[in-house]
Structure formats: C-alpha cells, structure tokens
C-alpha cells in the first residue's frame, strides 16, 4: 500500500518486495517504472510540476533517503520497513535478471564511465544478458530510443542523474518498448570504481549521506536540502489514505463522515455490498478461517471497529487515523436510514431483545422506515419466510446482528437477495434493548471496551483469548502470509 509525504506517493516496502514487483512488472505487455524517492527529489517535485506528476504516475516509488523515513517516523508516526538504496535495487535486479533469464540496457554516465562499469557488471554478473549500453550526453533522443527499442530489452537502467532520468523515462515510456525501467542515478560511477560505497555499518546507521559528504564536500548544497524538505513537511498537511492493507485484507481509514458518504452510495447503486465492522477477534479468527478470510477481502467495506487492528496495522507498517466503533456507526446508518426514507430490515438477536431494540430505535427514529424485524433463532422454515419478507418489500438496508463471522458468513451466503447495504452489527441489539451496558465513554476512548465487557461479562471470556492470540501473533509478527 501507498503512503503520502507532501502529497507525493511512496510504496513502504522492503528491498525484496520491491525486486519482487519488478520482476512481475517485465511478465506484463505494458510498460512500468520505478522512481528512488529521496527528500531531494520531494523538493524539486514541489517546484517542478512536470517532476510531480511523473512521480504521481510511477508504478512503484521506492523509499531511498534516510530523511523520509525520519519524516514518517518523527510526524506521522508511521515505520518505514526499510530504506532502498538505489545502488542496492540496482545491484539486486542485476543480480534477479541474471538468474531468470532477463535482459537489460545501460543508459548514462560519461563514455568512460559506463564502459567500466559494463566491464566490472560483466565481471560480476558473467550470465547477465546485456543488449547494450550507451552514455548519457545524447545527440539525439530518438536515435537512442531507437537503438533501446530494437534491442528488445526487460529492463532499463537510466543513470543520468534526477530529474533528467525520470522526465528521460517517462517522456519515452510508450516508445522504448521496454517492460520495466528505472532511473539509477549515480550506480554506474560505483559499478566503475569512481565512488567508494560506505562501510556495511555506516549504512545500516543510515549514515552514508555524512560518510559521502566527507569524501566529496560538494555534495553540502545536496545535504542542505534536508531542513528545507522537514521544513515542508511541517507546512503541509497529510494525505490520509482512504484505505489502508492490513493480513491482505483493504481496512478503511476515512472519517465518520466520508464512510456514511461510501455507504450511502452502495444503497444508490442498488447491487449486494457488504460493509464488516472488524475487531481483534474477528481477526483472529480469520486467520484460521479461510472461508471468512476470503469474505473480508471481497467485502466492499472494513471498517476498523477494535482497537487491536488499529494497534495491528500500526505494527506492520501502516496508521489507521479513524477507528470507527460498529455500534455507533450502526446507529448512525440508522439516522442516514430515517433521513432518506430507505427501507431497512433489522435481524438478530433473542426476541425479547430484538422487541425492546425497536422499541429504542422508533423512539429515537420515529420516521424511519422499518421494513420488518426477526430474531436470530429461527429453523430452515422461518429462515425461508425471513428471506421472502427481504425480498418482497425490497429492503435496501439490513442489519443482521447474530455474531460476529456467523453474521457475515449469513450474508455473504444471501447476497443474492441483491440488498444494496449489508451490515454486521454483532451485540448491538442487546445494546440498543438496555440488556447490556455500554462501557463508560473514557474506557471507550482508551480502547478498553473489550475487557470492561470480560469483566461485566465473564461468559466472554474465551472469546477474550482470542484477542491474546491475535495480539501475540501481531506483536511477533507471526503471521503466514
């Protein structure tokens, strides 16, 4: 998934991620490329709007200056997995190309430069396929575009420094013929000896910008460009992304407001959507319950009810802005519901309690339109009386509340019923009924409702273990992919 830092995309992901894509980019007809993103290039970016939207429309925007990870870590509060050096793609996807059989072209560089560099690569790499190599003071474009196009190539390494290589790739892109390119900035002059790389230790400390600094001080203007690039960051606000990935599975991260607005427009659509409030347990049970995994993933959408998942997703990478709690966003679809006249079936619960839940809700919502209301037990017969009920009065809401899973496996199982918004909404009707007490607000603003309702509900308390095992999965990362 995608991050924003100044509203430029970048990709978090590590180095073996990153060859990965790459790699499923030269088995496709079209063509992709790849941007190392650095606080250098963010800055140019912000005056070159020609540089932004290349950087906008890249397949994949690696994370190379330390400076970024900084930012993420120190404003949004968000691990970055790992920084990608360019020299470091470069060098693994030489090393992937020669291993499956892959072509490449070198562009940039000065004459005596890159033949060096071939040399040294050949040395390196002696099954590497090379279909050619040129510098990168051209005469004329089109003649090398020409020559990239007629070599047939997978890969294109473009080394002529930023933005000149990205602006050269992306003006060329649907002409080089080329499935995958990438701009290398500085790699050839490493590859022919002219650049010394920093000791192992000194990059793992993120370190090597000082490290070159000293060894070229003309670099310093380069370096400068750091407080400018924090200074940006503070003065813009944060693109939050609408979703965000969590065990493969598209979590929501937009506001109450927006998510009713995504709601909303499923009902308009008239077509089955499925929206699942996810907690902790639920997660811990799909991870043993490929049934209820692959519903999580087709669902139209997540949205983060517990605070394990907030706490989950965090861990491996990515910051969810908006926890919505199911039973208020249940509440709220039930105001939505009034507003506009919808028609909405409520399912759930033991009688009584389903009984004294329409009770509150008329009186809360005395316009709103209740199609019908069943409990949650009932045999095959009932089950079919329910189903025709749904179907005759043309519901366009339902909220089934008979668990969490079960509900969601119940209406997955009945989405031909074709009713625009499906919702899982687990205890709210004992809620909404005044059979059980919601925690007080400030245990709510901790995220502690799940162990106040153990406590005032002891017969929760395997469900409750459930919750461990996800949070020791989560803490250990011991997670099969």
Do not use: C
Not at 144 to 157: A, G
Not at 274 to 295: K, P, Y
């Amino acid at each position: 998934m995608r991050s924003y830092i100044i509203n430029i995309p970048v990709d978090n992901i590590t180095l073996k991620e990153a060859v990965k894509r790459a790699e499923e980019f030269t088995l496709d007809s079209k063509p992709h490329f790849a941007i190392a993103i650095n606080p250098e290039k963010i800055i140019k970016a912000n005056t070159d709007t020609e540089l932004f939207e290349i950087i906008r429309n890249s397949d994949l925007n690696f994370i190379d200056g330390v400076g970024i990870s900084w930012a993420f870590r120190i404003f949004y509060h968000e691990k970055i997995k790992e920084r990608i050096t360019g020299i470091d793609l470069f060098s693994t996807l030489l090393e992937s190309a020669e291993k499956n059989n892959k072509t490449v072209y070198f562009l940039g560089s000065q004459e005596e430069t890159i033949n060096k560099a071939v040399k040294n690569i050949k040395e390196k790499y002696p099954e590497l396929k090379i279909t050619g190599f040129h510098n990168g003071y051209l005469q004329t474009e089109e003649e090398i575009v020409k020559q990239i196009k007629k070599s047939n190539t997978d890969m294109l390494f473009v080394g002529m420094g930023s933005p000149k290589q990205e602006k050269f790739i992306f003006r060329n892109l649907n002409t080089l013929g080329v499935q995958f390119s990438v701009g290398v900035g500085g790699s050839f002059n490493v590859f022919a000896g002219e650049f010394k790389r920093a000791p192992s230790l000194v990059q793992k400390l993120g370190m090597e910008w000082f490290y070159r600094l000293i060894l070229n001080p003309k670099r310093l203007p380069r370096i400068m460009s750091l407080p400018r690039f924090i200074l940006l960051v503070m003065k813009k606000p944060r693109i939050i992304k609408n979703e965000v990935n969590f065990l493969n599975i598209n979590i929501s991260n937009r506001d109450f407001k927006d998510t009713l607005k995504v709601t909303d427009s499923f009902i308009k659509s008239r077509s089955f959507h499925l929206v699942v409030t996810l907690n902790g347990e639920m997660a811990s049970r799909a991870l043993r319950d490929e049934d209820f995994f692959q519903i999580l993933q087709k669902g139209d959408l997540v949205i983060p009810d517990g605070v394990g998942i907030v706490w989950g997703a965090r861990r491996f990478g990515e910051r969810i802005i908006y926890r919505i709690p199911g039973i208020d966003f249940a509440w709220e679809t039930l105001r939505l519901a009034e507003k506009n006249n919808y028609r909405t079936y409520l399912l759930g619960a033991k009688e009584n309690v389903i009984n004294n839940a329409i009770k509150k809700i008329k009186g809360e919502f005395p316009k709103l339109n209740i199609a019908g209301y069943h409990s949650g037990y009932f045999d095959k017969t009932e089950e079919e009386k329910i189903l025709n009920e749904i179907k005759e009065k043309n519901v366009q809401i339902l909220f089934v509340g008979i668990g969490g899973v079960k509900q969601e496996k119940w209406i997955w199982d009945h989405k031909d019923l074709n009713v625009p918004l499906n919702i899982g909404i687990g205890g709210s009707f004992d809620v909404w009924s005044g059979k059980i007490r919601r925690a007080p607000r400030i245990i709510r603003k901790l995220g502690l409702e799940w162990l106040y309702r153990t406590i005032v509900q002891p017969s929760r308390i395997l469900r409750a273990g459930n919750l461990f095992i996800f949070a020791f999965k989560i803490m250990f990362k011991r997670i099969e992919k």
